[in-house]
Structures are given as structure tokens and as C-alpha cells.
């Protein structure tokens, strides 16, 4: 079995300011990660994945996150938010197992992220 | 356009009023998935369909069925609505038939569902 905590369901930061989005995973199979923003009456878009290789992955809009194993977590970043980032944004797991199945992707539950002027 | 379309965006309805909430995606994609979106619970899956004829329950099939007779369709057919499937439905796709291990997922607007 495998799950996604986002423990932080608003994050508020004034903008240019720097944000980090927290993301804890459990899975007993090799992961990948993903982020999903998804901005007001619209539906989700990627932001970057991790599948292997680097641990620090860069996406779109300025955004970066870190594959932490040890700490199983993919917290997301970025150095100085805009009004635009103003949205939600999802953290995704989904892995393979050792018998090369992969298993269903699974959502955290979001974290709101307003950007305050 | 690559895209996802749903049909209808909005829809109020009674209960037990049978229903169909429509999916199409124009990229040839093999897997299709409909996830439904409700507050403090994110995003939770219905059903998924990893090819044409071969479709498979999610976490939350209850009261829900789909069918995949083509590559591009997958329909979500609500027999009976009842109140507490109010809520916001997203269709998505990727390319890849293998259960969406990899490959990132491209979704629909969205269909806002009320049943009173």
C-alpha cells in the first residue's frame, strides 16, 4: 500500500518571498513522484516528476523539488512566488513493484497556496 | 489541440435521475481514469481503464460505472445519483497502458456535479 501526506492544507506567503510545500510518502516499492498544480476552475497540470536519476528535479513556472529517500519525502519549492502561483497544488505517488506491476497512482489531499501582494 | 474534453461542465440534478458524464482525449492515449475531487480529501480514484475493453475499480467505484468500448472514450454513468456524489469529476489520460506508472497524467476542466 502506499500513501501521500500533505500536511499543510493553506500556505500563505506574501509575494517574492520563498515557499516550500511539504510532501511525505509511504510505499514499500520504488516510487515516482510527481506535482500537480491546479489553478482556480481549471484542471490539473504537471509540474514536475521525479522518476530516477537527480534527486533535485526542476519544473515549470520556476518551481524545483528534492527526492529526499531517506526522509521519504518530495517537498516542493520555489525561491520567489508570484500572484500567479496563487493555486492549489497536489503531491502524487505511484511506484513499480519487484515484479514489474505498477501500482495505481495516489493524491495527497492538496495544500492551497496564496500569494499575498 | 492535445486535450481532454468533458461533457457537461455543470450539471444539477435529482436523485436517482440516471446520468452520463462524458470523457474524450484526442492523444491516443491507452489509459484514461476518472477521479472525483471533494474538500480535505484531494483527489480520489474511480475507476481506470488501462486499454480499450479493460477497465478496473479505483478507491472509491461505489454507485459509479464506466465502460471503454474505444480508445479515445471513457464515459462515467451515474445509475442513481445520490446527494453524496456531489461533488467535482476530472477525466485523465496518459500514454502509457502500464497503469499510469510513469507517465504523467493530462486532465479534463472538470464536471461540477450537484445532486439534490
Known amino acids: 500500500a502506499q500513501s501521500v501526506t500533505q500536511l499543510d492544507s493553506q500556505v500563505p506567503v506574501f509575494e517574492e518571498a520563498p515557499v516550500e510545500l511539504r510532501c511525505n510518502y509511504s510505499s514499500s516499492v520504488s516510487v515516482y513522484l510527481f506535482w500537480y498544480v491546479q489553478y482556480p476552475n481549471q484542471g490539473l497540470q504537471l509540474l514536475l516528476k521525479?522518476?530516477?536519476?537527480?534527486?533535485l528535479v526542476k519544473g515549470i513556472n520556476g518551481f524545483e523539488a528534492e527526492f529526499n529517500k531517506s526522509q521519504t519525502s518530495f517537498h516542493l519549492r520555489k525561491p520567489s512566488v508570484h500572484i500567479s502561483d496563487t493555486a492549489e497544488y497536489f503531491c502524487a505517488v505511484t511506484g513499480r513493484a519487484l515484479s514489474g506491476g505498477y501500482q495505481k497512482v495516489t493524491f495527497g489531499t492538496g495544500t492551497k497556496l496564496q500569494v499575498i501582494p | 489541440e492535445a486535450q481532454v474534453t468533458q461533457n457537461p461542465r455543470y450539471l444539477i440534478t435529482v436523485t436517482g435521475k440516471k446520468l452520463t458524464v462524458t470523457c474524450s482525449q484526442n492523444m491516443n492515449h491507452e489509459y484514461m481514469s476518472w477521479y472525483r475531487q471533494d474538500p480535505g480529501l484531494g483527489l480520489r480514484q474511480i475507476y481506470y481503464?488501462?486499454?480499450?475493453?479493460?477497465?478496473d475499480k479505483g478507491d472509491v467505484p461505489e454507485g459509479y460505472k464506466v465502460s471503454r468500448k474505444e480508445k479515445r472514450n471513457f464515459p462515467l454513468i451515474l445509475e442513481s445519483p445520490s446527494p453524496n456524489q456531489t461533488s467535482l469529476y476530472f477525466c485523465?489520460?496518459?500514454?502509457?497502458?502500464?497503469?499510469?506508472?510513469?507517465?504523467?497524467?493530462?486532465f479534463g476542466p472538470g464536471t461540477r456535479l450537484t445532486v439534490l
Open positions: 481503464s488501462m486499454n480499450v475493453e479493460v477497465t
Open positions: 485523465a489520460s496518459s500514454l502509457d497502458g502500464g497503469g499510469a506508472g510513469t507517465d504523467t497524467q493530462y
Open positions: 521525479y522518476l530516477s536519476g537527480s534527486t
